[in-house]
Each structure stands twice: as C-alpha cells, then as structure tokens.
C-alpha cells in the first residue's frame, strides 16, 4: 500500500477524528489558538496602522517592524513562551502567534492609509467632514484591499505557526505530522500534512473572499489573471508595486 | 512524566541568560550553526539558479506570467512543517528534505522580486541597446541584468533572512540547525532556557548578518545607485 493510500485511510476512519485527540479536537484547538490571535492581532494593529497612517508618523516603525519579524523564527518565540509559566496553557501560543500577526496587518494599514490620493482627503474636508468622517468615510474604504491583504497575510501565517505549536505542548494539527514521525508512521505524516495544507489554503481563500466582499467599488475577479486575462502591463505593474507588507512571505 | 519534567525545572536553577552555558558548550553549539549556514546557502543557492530562468521565461512567454505567480502563492500558504512532512516521506530524516523544502520557499520570493525587476526595465532602454545593435544575450547580460540588480537584490535578501528563520523547522526531520539547540538541546532537556535563548539570538544574529552581507554586495555590484548622494 502506497504512502498516500495510507494517509486516505487513515482520513477515512472516524474514529481517527472522533476520539479524544483526534482530528476533530486537535482542529478545535488550531482554530481557537489560530482564531483568537489574529482577533489579538487586528485589535492592537488596525487602531495603530490607522492612527500612524493617518497622521503620516512612524511609517518607518511600521515598515521596519515587518521586515524585522521577518528574521524572527516562530518557533524560536513560540519556544520561549513556552517555557514561561504559562507554558501549558493555550495563552503561550496564543502571546506568540498575535506577535506575529501585528507586523503584516500594521504594515498594509499603515501603507494603505498613505497611499490614499491627499487630494481625496482635501474634497473630503471641503465637504466639511472631520477628522472621524475622513478617516471612517474617505480613508477606510479607499484603504481597504491593503487593510484586508494585511489580515489575509496574518491569518494564513497564524494558522500556519499554529501548527508549530504542536512541536511544544500545543494540541494543533501538526500533532498529526509529530506522532506519525515519532511512530516512522509516513502515512499518518501526510495525512496531517494534507489537513494542515488544506486548512491554510482555505484560511487564504475565505480570507481573500472576505476582503473582496468588503473592498468598495470596481472589483476584479480573483485569480482573472491566471487565464491570461490580464495584459502584462497591468500585471507588471501590480507586481512592481507590491506593497512592503506584501511581499510574500513563507509562512512558517 | 510532565510533573517530574516540572519538579526538576523547580529544583535546579534554570535562568534566561546564562553566559556559563554559552562559555561551555561552544564546540556543541557550532556544529548547529554550521549546518543552520550550509542549509541557508544551499537552499537560496539552488533557489537562485531555478528562479532566474523561470523569471526570464515568465518576462519573455506571458501567457507563463500568471500561472507561474499563482502556483507559487499556492506554495506559500503552505505551512512549512507540513512541507517538510510532504517531502519527508519519500527523502527520509535527511537535509535533503529541509533543502528541497526551503528552495520551494525561497522559490516564490526569488521569482517574483526578479520577474519585477525585469519588468521594471523600460522599454526605451530596450529599444535604444537594440538600435545600438544588442543582441538578445547581450542585451539581457548588458542591459536587463544591471538594471534588475536592485530588485533581485532585494529578492534575494528577503529570501535569506525567511530561509534562516525557517530552518528551525528542520527540527522535525531532525535536520534543523539551531532549531536543535532550541528544541532538542532545550526544550526537550528539562526545559533548560539558556540554549533556548541562545539559539534564539544566533538565528536572529545570523539573519541580520546575512542580510548586512548581501546589501554590501548589492552596494558594490551597483555603484551607479549611489551617484550624487
């Protein structure tokens, strides 16, 4: 029987998902840890990428900061939380991965809020908004596809560090990956290998979906350029003007 | 099992920043950093050497722009421990599995920063060196290449430092770098914080120090970008 016959059998028994640290209960706790750090993650970085976007201060800070987290290794700091008293409590994890998810969503609303046409905020002020209008009514939706990339980059890199997490005391997915190495059990290796990939394909989608919905205005058909739709001035240009928070990142 | 590991992280003293620990065990420490460095080059090494003709290919055949962009998102939403157990399976607990991983990784940075820098070249210039009678090798070791410097410079500075980073991984087949002073060295052995810290620091220390390199490199390779400052 082949590896990959292996890793579908193992899929295809629910027991293996059921019982007690099983798929189902190691996808629960990925998704808690993975879920509450990236709401951590928006709640401290939205108000401080808008606050420095708008004001046009501590660009550098916000920039610095996601190239810096860069050179982090998740796992160097998941280790370290825990190994702190509250090592065994899903707080460790969940300290480490919000770490992680401020940098890409400062960065994007940090970058999308400056990168707003001044001339739009200059009508917006003519009209007689304030300050709170401007940036509720003309920044926020103008701001919004980088605002959304931002968090789409922070999910997908929480619900992968999620996993690392296993390699401690976390009871995520990876759990999968860990024990089927421990036991030389290859297919159960690749059956955890295949939730995890999946599970993280599906946060970037949903994700992607969710910033479509909410981005105001023309839209563009998600992966239209994949058919060759777009012409290669435009794709250059897209490429060429990545914002800093969106330069791909693997995601550990 | 767990309250015994407890007691003796009770019992013994076990501090953050243990210069001692450092002092003493060096000659176990730098066998881990030379593999964390000889996983990183090789990795962004063979990254550079596949990513360069694909980016060219995407820059000439346009129609390969779009698809080899999105499969390399693709590749980077997957989480690299299940990467690593991906490839696991068919090249065992070896560094062959970290390498072939990590130049995956380093794949989709490298491709699209030099697929930009290409792109960015303009087309004025193009024009001109053909008028002046380039030829297609010529021009793309002449013209298209100095100009795209900076941006696969940059490319391939922000691959290092992810690649560095990510070796710690490796810990899963076994092969990671300092993720096994991390891990193995401290984590597993009673918890013990001083190769946890010093891993930390190393990985970090080497990330910035590779970059440094690689933006010296860059400043010299293009003095051109320096002109009136």
């Known amino acids: 029987m082949s590896i990959f016959e292996r890793a579908l059998l193992y899929l295809n028994d629910p027991v293996n998902w059921t019982r007690r640290n099983g798929i189902l209960e190691l996808l629960g706790e990925h998704l808690t840890i993975a879920g509450l750090s990236l709401l951590f993650g928006m709640l401290i970085a939205l108000p401080l990428g808008i606050w420095l976007g708008h004001t046009g201060r501590g660009g550098g800070f916000a920039v610095g900061l996601s190239n810096v987290s860069r050179a982090v290794p998740t796992l160097a700091i998941l280790t370290i939380l825990a190994v702190t008293p509250i090592g065994f409590t899903i707080w460790a994890p969940v300290i480490a991965l919000t770490v992680f998810a401020i940098p890409p969503i400062l960065a994007n609303t940090y970058v999308g809020f400056r990168e707003v046409d001044r001339d739009v905020i200059e009508a917006a002020r003519a009209m007689g908004m304030d300050t709170g209008e401007v940036v509720r009514k003309a920044e926020l939706p103008l701001a919004m596809p980088l605002i959304m990339t931002g968090i789409r980059t922070a999910g997908v890199q929480v619900v992968a560090t999620a996993t690392l997490a296993a390699l401690l005391a976390g009871g995520t997915l990876g759990r999968l ?43 563009y058909i998600p992966f239209a350029g994949l058919f060759g739709r777009r012409n290669s001035g435009e794709a250059s240009a897209a490429v060429a003007k990545l914002p800093v928070g969106d330069v791909p990142r693997p995601v550990t | ?122 087309d004025e210039v193009r024009e001109a060196a053909r008028g002046m009678g380039y030829g297609p090798a010529r021009m793309f070791l002449k013209v298209e290449l100095p100009l795209a410097l900076p941006a696969f410079m940059t490319g391939l500075r922000v691959a290092t430092v992810s690649t560095v980073a990510l070796v710690t991984v490796g810990v899963i087949v076994g092969q990671g770098g300092l993720g096994q002073l991390i891990i193995v060295e401290g984590f597993r052995r009673n918890y013990f914080k001083a190769p946890i810290v010093f891993g930390t620091l190393l990985c970090i220390l080497l990330a910035l120090v590779l970059d440094q390199v690689l933006a010296f490199t860059e400043r010299r390779l293009t003095p051109w970008t320096r002109r009136g400052t």
């Not at chain 1, 089927?180 to 990939?197: I, K, S």
């Not at chain 1, 992607?208 to 023309?218: A, I």
């Not at chain 2, 090494?45 to 722009?65: D, E, H, M, S």
């Open chain 2, 1 to 122: 099992m767990r309250v015994a590991a407890v007691l003796a992280v009770d019992s013994a003293p076990n501090p953050w920043i243990n210069f001692g620990y450092l002092a003493d065990n060096w000659d176990r420490i730098l066998p881990y950093l030379g593999q964390h460095i000889r996983l990183t080059l090789i990795s962004v090494l063979i990254g550079t050497v596949i990513a360069l003709p694909l980016a060219v290919l995407a820059r000439r055949i346009r129609l390969f722009a779009a698809p080899i962009l999105g499969l390399s998102t693709l590749l980077y939403t997957i989480p690299s421990l299940a990467m690593f157990a991906f490839i696991a399976p068919y090249t065992g607990l070896s560094p062959t599995t970290v390498i072939i991983g990590l130049v995956l990784y380093s794949l989709v940075i490298l491709v699209r920063n030099f697929l930009a820098g290409l792109q960015a070249v303009p």
């Open chain 1, 177 to 219: 990956i860990r024990s089927g190495f421990g036991t030389q059990d290859y297919g159960v290796v690749l059956a955890g290998a295949l939730l995890v990939a999946l599970l993280a394909i599906l946060t970037e989608v949903v994700l992607g979906s969710l910033g479509w919905v909410l981005t105001p205005g023309q839209k």
